[in-house]
């Protein structure tokens, strides 16, 4: 069984740009939740989606955004991009809906200047 | 809200054994994970404690106590590959997959 697919791995933007992130779950896994992960921060957990609807919001401002398709794929967005938001952002896929094991993709490690 | 202890860094020799600590503080409890992280990779699952009491998983076992709001990772017979950060992390709320994760510890093993 293929694991959590994460594109891009590495991306570099400069201040004000946007960026989308892409994940894809393990194949039958309905719920993503999406991670931020910085030194000083730790991990922090920025939203949940499940079947098509985000089911919970972390802590981040409104320039966190995402969305999941039919297919349980799910993207995440960032806007007008600050320095802080340099960071590797972690998606996890869940098969069931409860607190269940997750299991997390590789990463995309964004690069703000 | 929720909070979550651990210690920072932690140091220890192959072959020994060492226990990871994690206090946490919840409103509402469903279990508590543990992931290790090796530097430059994802999380990867080790375990998942929702009743007091050990679980042993060959060289890896973790421990809960809800009464104190404290559990326990426990490594066996430490290799060189076991340095890595260990996470501990409780559900944010009783539904859903949102974790609330500790800071982590960084497990160095030397020789």
């Known amino acids: 069984k293929a694991g959590v697919t994460q594109t891009p791995r590495y991306l570099i933007k400069t201040r004000g740009q946007q960026v989308t992130l892409s994940c894809s779950p393990i194949?039958?896994?309905?719920?993503v939740s999406w991670y931020q992960q910085t030194p000083g921060q730790g991990l922090q957990f920025l939203f949940e989606?499940?079947?098509?609807?985000?089911?919970n919001k972390g802590n981040f401002p409104g320039r966190f955004s995402g969305r999941q398709f039919s297919n349980s794929r799910s993207e995440m967005n960032v806007s007008t991009l600050e320095l802080g938001d340099s960071a590797l952002y972690l998606c996890?896929?869940?098969?069931?809906?409860?607190?269940?094991?997750?299991?997390f993709g590789p990463g995309t490690r964004l690069t703000v200047l | 809200g929720q909070n979550i202890d651990q210690p920072t860094e932690m140091t220890a020799t192959e072959g020994a054994i060492v226990q990871i600590n994690c206090t946490y503080q919840?409103?509402?409890?469903?279990?508590l994970f543990w992931y290790q992280q090796h530097a430059g990779e994802a999380p990867t699952f080790l375990s998942y404690?929702?009743?007091?009491g050990l679980e042993e998983k060959g060289r890896f076992s973790s421990f809960l106590s809800r009464s104190k709001g404290y559990s326990y990772l426990l490594l066996k017979e430490l290799q060189m590959k076991d340095s890595a950060s260990y996470l501990c992390?409780?559900?944010?709320?009783?539904?859903?997959?949102?974790?609330?994760f500790g800071g982590g510890t960084r497990l160095m093993v030397k020789p």
């Open positions: 992390a409780v559900p944010w709320k009783l539904a859903g997959n949102m974790l609330t």
């Open positions: 919840t409103s509402g409890f469903n279990g």
């Open positions: 404690n929702v009743l007091d």
């Open positions: 996890a896929s869940s098969a069931q809906g409860v607190s269940n094991e997750q299991f």
């Open positions: 989606y499940f079947s098509e609807t985000q089911r």
């Open positions: 194949s039958g896994h309905r719920s």
